[in-house]
């Protein structure tokens, strides 16, 4: 009973604290453009604040036609190569995400010696220490395996014999390490915590060191270990179309923002993965997903261009599915014709659901993409469309290939990890100053009172 009522108190006093948090954290939002404030480090017209400079991917949106800036098709470039070259290359090939790893920590596509070497490097890499699955990953699984992955990264500091070392063969060790463990440590805490709180079987395998990162992924996830080639090689450039997306991107701006300060690379890791975990940046595709069930529960006839019209109209006018407005998956903060990633996923998309018979789904999802671009268009009234980005497709790929919702932000992290270490290592070797924003402060100076005297 005493605990009953304390925590009845402890939740009333709570309460009144928060109103407390609510006021004094409250700012005049007119005060952003009176002090020229780049909120979100976004300049007035969208476009990000200039902050530092890379070698190791570009982005590309606009070009300058004949004097004047025009939308294009967008451009991703992983150390000077564009991405849809990269991959017509890796068609029919398996190791692509490994190769692509490469390109961006070394700065050039390897040959075909150091390519296998690399390969072999990683699967030498792809082990945890003794008992760090039993010890670690199943004690207190986490529902959110975000959260689990950041755990393991930063627990993996104590069983590193040089962890604060920050010079580069050293960082480059640690970041070929969590590159090759963390697809073992998000799978096995997926099995752990459908193990321990919803009463599934338990069946942690070992990686094949003959198999790929995307290979081994799907053979440690499913019952059976099995997979097709055609699923492999979906996930492979899945993971390649994620591995990087520039500096600017929050997840990466954040690793140059920890790395700056000169701490070790499973602190730096860890706050990346942190910043990944966000519904704004990694987890969108979750929201794009729970979009199309909503979707799919309130047409039911999918081949209906009027209906899914309507409906669409309803969730951009605030009265359906979470009223927030937004179409999700719809619209970029640098692509305004195409997102490259989306156009590559979006092909591979089709041939999946080809084999999974999943076509009539597909045509939905194509449906949905050009009646929410004609739209918000329209409803904007801007000169230039709105593309789906690459969350669009990513959720639906991933569905078809049997990966729960709950490791869809964690395969996302499986990639983008690769982009981390680079831009780690970039930031390393130029020996940056710490990186440190400027916040103009608009309260007030206070008088200080003795405690007595407050009332």
Not at 9 to 34: F, W
Not at 349 to 372: C, F, M, N, P, Q
Request: proline share 4%; hydrophobic share 35%; net charge negative.
């Amino acid at each position: 009973m005493r605990k009953e009522i304390d925590k009845k108190t402890r939740d009333e006093r709570l309460a009144e604290l928060v109103k407390y948090c609510m006021i004094s954290g409250a700012l005049d939002l007119n005060l952003y453009q009176e002090y020229d404030v780049k909120r979100g480090l976004r300049e007035s017209d969208g476009k990000g604040v200039l902050t530092g400079l890379t070698e190791i991917s570009d982005v590309i949106a606009f070009k300058t036609i004949n004097g004047k800036k025009e939308p294009v098709d967008g451009e991703l470039y992983f150390q000077g190569y564009n991405v849809m070259d990269l991959k017509k290359g890796f068609e029919k090939r398996k190791f692509n995400f490994e190769e692509t790893t490469y390109l961006l920590l070394f700065g050039a596509l390897p040959n075909q010696k150091q390519l296998q070497e690399f390969v072999e490097i990683l699967s030498q890499y792809r082990e945890l220490p003794d008992k760090f699955v039993r010890d670690v990953i199943m004690k207190a699984p986490s529902a959110n395996i975000m959260n689990a992955l950041q755990k393991s990264v930063l627990t993996l500091y104590s069983y590193d014999e040089n962890p604060d070392d920050i010079s580069i063969p050293n960082v480059l060790r640690q970041s070929l390490t969590l590159i090759a463990t963390l697809p073992l440590i998000s799978v096995y805490a997926y099995h752990a915590y459908q193990h321990y709180h919803n009463d599934k079987s338990l069946v942690i395998r070992y990686p094949d060191p003959e198999l790929s990162t995307a290979e081994n992924i799907l053979r440690l996830l499913r019952a059976d270990g099995k997979y097709t080639e055609l699923e492999a090689r979906v996930l492979d450039i899945a993971l390649v179309i994620h591995a990087e997306h520039g500096g600017g991107n929050n997840s990466t701006f954040t690793t140059h923002v920890v790395s700056s300060t000169g701490t070790d690379t499973y602190s730096a890791i860890a706050a990346s993965l942190g910043s990944l975990k966000g519904p704004k940046h990694g987890g969108a595709n979750l929201k794009v997903e729970n979009m199309f069930a909503d979707i799919k529960a309130h047409v039911p006839d999918w081949s209906d261009d009027n209906a899914i019209r309507e409906y669409l109209t309803k969730i951009i006018n605030k009265e359906a599915f979470d009223k927030s407005g937004l179409i999700y998956g719809m619209g970029h903060a640098v692509y305004t014709m195409s997102d490259p990633r989306a156009v590559i996923l979006k092909e591979y998309a089709r041939s999946l659901s080809i084999e999974k018979g999943l076509t009539d789904e597909y045509a939905l999802y194509e449906k949905v993409e050009h009646i929410a671009s004609e739209l918000l268009t329209s409803r904007k009234r801007l000169h230039k469309p709105i593309c789906c980005n690459v969350d669009f497709y990513s959720g639906f790929v991933y569905s078809m290939l049997g990966i729960p919702m709950q490791m869809y932000t964690p395969i996302f992290a499986i990639a983008r990890i690769s982009g981390w270490c680079a831009h780690r290592i970039e930031e390393l070797v130029n020996e940056g100053k710490i990186i440190r924003p400027a916040y103009k402060y608009v309260g007030q100076h206070e008088t200080y009172q003795d405690l007595d005297e407050r009332k």
